[in-house]
């Protein structure tokens, strides 16, 4: 999982890489989880927690959980379903196209864990990210009206993932 274009490699967090992760998290975004929770999410779903590098330095990552229950897309059925749980990218790296190789990667470990749909929350001020998303095939589903410990609101937004490709 090599991007040539500005030497950033993508690739599967290790143990090794969760404090490193942990920093990134606390300097890009204001809501922060506890050191095992990046563990149980690394143990749980290696397939789906990648970070990116630029010359052996973290500077990105994406955590997700597979999630079996009641689907978001499809009324009274039930689906696996992967969960965007943390996703963040250095300031400085920002607008290059490495958050979108992440969440690429990380929709890949989704369908090969047969995750039927992906849905993930967002704050609505975020408009660079809902664009990503939106891109991504993810589309609003509600808002989530104080979501964030700040008050602030968040979209739900969902995607169906297609198996087949």
Do not use: W
Not at 89 to 115: D, F, N, P, S
């Amino acid at each position: 999982m090599l991007n040539a274009k500005n030497n950033i490699k993508i690739r599967f967090a290790t143990s090794k890489d969760i404090a490193e992760v942990i920093s990134i998290n606390f300097k890009t975004l204001p809501e922060h989880y506890s050191n095992s929770f990046f563990m149980e999410l690394l143990l749980d779903s290696p397939e789906t927690f990648l970070v990116a590098e630029n010359n052996n330095k973290i500077i990105g990552y994406i955590m997700c959980r597979i999630e079996y229950g009641f689907s978001i897309l499809k009324k009274m059925s039930l689906a696996r379903k992967g969960h965007v749980v943390s996703f963040a990218v250095l300031e400085e790296y920002r607008g290059k196209g490495i958050g979108k190789k992440l969440a690429e990667q990380a929709i890949e470990g989704m369908k090969i864990k047969k995750c039927n749909e992906s849905h993930l929350e967002v704050r609505t001020d975020n408009i660079s990210a809902i664009k990503l998303y939106e891109n991504l095939g993810f589309n609003r589903i509600a808002t989530l009206n104080t979501y964030y410990k700040d008050d602030k609101n968040a979209f739900l937004m969902s995607a169906k993932l297609n198996r087949n490709n």
